[in-house]
């Protein structure tokens, strides 16, 4: 945890939090609604929410793929 902490940052969603595509897992939502606010890409293995990649203002990519777009730097 401790390698992983410099690479942290701490967001707070605004109130009312931001609009995000409906989700079929209703509990996945603020994962997106963090991901808009914080302008990051969203880096998961949840069917539900890999979805919905191409349908929201920030990227949404499966674990493999992100892995691999390291091992190419």
Known sequence: ??????????VT???????????RDPFDAPFLQ???????T???GDRDLL?????TKFPILAIE???EGFASL
């Not at 945890?1 to 701490?10: K, N």
């Not at 963090?34 to 990051?40: F, H, I, M, S, Y």
């Open 1 to 10: 945890m401790a390698d992983y902490l410099p690479f942290a940052q701490v």
């Open 34 to 40: 963090l991901a808009v606010t914080g302008k990051a």
């Open 65 to 67: 793929p992100f892995i």
């Open 42 to 44: 969203l880096v998961t």
């Open 51 to 55: 979805v919905l990649s191409g349908a």
């Open 13 to 23: 969603l605004p109130n009312p939090p931001p609009v995000v595509p409906a989700c």
